[in-house]
């Protein structure tokens, strides 16, 4: 469905330049869900806006981002425009400032299915409704006729992930869908994605590694613009390879909350050899010296990491 090939993408500062994503290598197959997980300012909401090409003008993007045979990159913004909602659709986090408070939810839905599907506004109306009720929110009707302001923050994010997948596409980038819900909300929301996801690739870009756990065939792990391990779910939750996603994993509350020491490193000027070598317990003279590459530990299991070698 989707192959990304030694992708950077970069952003022009006055302090130099900021690589956000640095030679990122990934697959994602027919129907697979794959989850992207690390933490805040690493790379991953901008690996996905790389894709679907939501980025501001000065940024500077080099690589290939293949989808069913097309390198999007060498599109025509009319041509990408044409994927962007209907092959291709992305649910954008924080859908308080997502969502145009003006308009009412039935509207703002209404509109994504009429600009890619051949029907009327009143016809984009009914079907609005239609998937509002899909989605298992009640007084669907009622519901379409409020403002973004009038439903609590649970509701609103299940009306984005009904924008997202409102126009049927085969692909949808979820961008935190999870991000600041309760556990009741947060259950529900993971159950309504993995519903409403079913038969489509996706890509799911979270923190959440329990939320990505319970959706996601596959997780990736990204660090200071880079990917560290890739395995299916159940491998990077029981047994993960490289000591980021082993830090990143103890310091989850289930897990005892331990916390990963030091901070992220600048995407300006990262750390020479490994990134994560002046946070990592095992950190040897390689890895400060060299630079490492992603190795193939086992089927479907790649680790950027010495330890591994």
């Known amino acids: 469905m989707l192959e990304i090939i030694n992708l950077k993408t970069q952003f022009p500062s006055p302090d130099g330049l900021v690589n956000a994503v640095d030679s990122a290598d990934l697959q994602i197959e027919d129907n697979e869900r794959l989850g992207l997980i690390g933490e805040t300012g690493c790379g991953k909401t901008v690996l996905g806006m790389s894709i679907i090409r939501l980025l501001p003008p000065s940024t500077r993007i080099h690589g290939q981002i293949i ?16 994927l ?14 997502s969502l145009n ?45 409020q403002y973004p302001h009038e439903l609590s923050g649970g509701m609103k994010e299940r009306v ?50 329990a939320a ?35 830090g990143f994993i103890n310091s989850l509350p289930s897990r005892g909350l331990l916390p990963i020491s030091g901070s992220s490193p600048s995407l300006i000027d990262p750390p020479h050899g490994c990134r994560f070598h002046p946070r990592c317990p095992w950190a040897m003279d390689i890895c400060r010296r060299e630079h490492p590459q992603i190795i193939k530990l086992e089927k479907g299991h790649f680790s950027r990491c010495f330890l591994c070698a």
């Open 160 to 209: 984005m992930i009904v924008m997202g997948l409102a126009s049927q596409p085969s692909f949808v980038i979820a961008d935190e869908p999870t991000k600041g819900l309760d556990s009741g909300t947060k259950a529900e929301i993971i159950r309504l994605i993995r519903d409403m996801t079913s038969g489509r690739s996706m890509l799911m870009i979270t923190h959440d590694l």
């Open 84 to 97: 962007r909602g209907k092959e291709i659709s992305m649910i954008l986090q924080n859908p308080t400032t």
């Open 67 to 82: 989808y069913k045979g097309r390198d999007l990159l060498n599109l025509k913004e009319e041509e990408m425009r044409l």
């Open 212 to 246: 990505a756990g319970e959706i996601c065939d596959r997780i990736a792990v990204m660090y200071a613009g880079e990917l560290l391990e890739m395995a299916s779910a159940k491998t990077i939750l029981h047994d993960p390879q490289h000591p980021y996603t082993q």
């Open 101 to 145: 408070p003006v308009l009412k939810i039935g509207d703002q839905i209404a509109e994504v299915i009429q600009l890619h599907k051949d029907c009327n506004r009143k016809e984009a109306k009914t079907k609005a409704v239609e998937i509002l009720a899909a989605a298992m929110i009640p007084e669907a009707p009622k519901r379409a006729d």
